[in-house]
């Protein structure tokens, strides 16, 4: 006399069966986006696990349905824009949570789909230790306070190698800033925060995916002194 077994432990991750609408679709104009995969599904940690490039204003709803992720857009989309959606490890089966690493949902408002790329890697500049979570942003304007003032026009962050990798990129050249950003505000607006940036304007090329592709940008963090003056 016993119980069944339940079979195997599930060790593989969901699979997407359909975007609505599709994948790098061109000329987007909805507001909303369905994500269907081929089992039940949860989301974790989206704040952290989802990042949207260009980024909006207003954050778009996020939710898991049953076998389905639904997207809901609060804010007004660009004109002849190429919009990503990276869910990282955000989105996990729902019996053993298993993450589907790596997700990318892309689609252009206009009838182009931007296609370049910029890798590089992050350390701090002390230790040379590899700098990981960072977020890294890629501005068109180069003030110096821009950094501070504006959100950034494309965002990625670093992964457990203290890499990163921009996808989907209109032609042009780029100031780049990697900011060990806590509050999530996508500004740097708190001196406590590591920096870094390159003085040389990036930009951004067609990458072949390989094991052995040089990393073209560098970029070491610190801590930025207090500029206030204390007694």
């Given at each position: 006399v016993g119980y069944p077994t339940g079979g195997e432990v599930d060790k593989n991750p969901p699979?997407?069966?359909a975007f609505e609408p599709e994948n790098e679709s061109k000329n987007f104009s909805s507001n909303k986006l369905?994500?269907?995969?081929?089992e039940y599904i949860q989301l974790k940690d989206i704040d952290n696990q989802v990042?949207?490039?260009?980024?909006?204003?207003?954050?778009?709803?996020?939710?898991?349905?049953?076998?389905?992720?639904?997207?809901?857009i609060n804010d007004t989309l660009r004109p002849n824009t190429t919009y990503l959606f990276q869910?990282?490890?955000?989105?996990?089966?729902?019996?053993?949570?298993?993450?589907?690493?790596?997700?990318?949902?892309?689609?252009?408002t206009g009838n182009v789909l931007d296609s370049l790329s910029i890798k590089g890697s992050v350390s701090d500049a002390f230790t040379q230790k590899v700098d990981e979570e960072i977020y890294?942003?890629?501005y068109s304007d180069f003030s110096d306070s821009i950094v501070a003032n504006s959100k950034p026009v494309y965002v990625t962050k670093t992964d457990k190698e203290g890499r990163f990798k921009f996808k989907y990129i209109a032609q042009g050249k780029y100031k780049i800033i990697a900011l060990k950003d806590d509050d999530k505000s996508l500004t740097y607006n708190n001196v406590s925060e590591k920096i870094a940036f390159?003085?040389?304007p990036i930009i951004p090329q067609y990458i072949v995916d390989s094991c052995d592709?040089?990393?073209?940008?560098?970029?070491?963090?610190?801590?930025?002194?207090?500029g206030v003056q204390r007694i």
């Open positions: 699979k997407v069966l369905i994500i269907q995969f081929d990042l949207i490039s260009p980024p909006f204003e207003q954050k778009p709803e996020i939710q898991a349905k049953g076998k389905s992720v639904h997207i809901n869910f990282k490890n955000a989105v996990v089966d729902n019996n053993e949570g298993n993450p589907l690493p790596s997700l990318d949902y892309v689609f252009s890294v942003f890629l390159s003085t040389n592709t040089i990393l073209a940008v560098k970029l070491n963090t610190f801590v930025q002194e207090s």
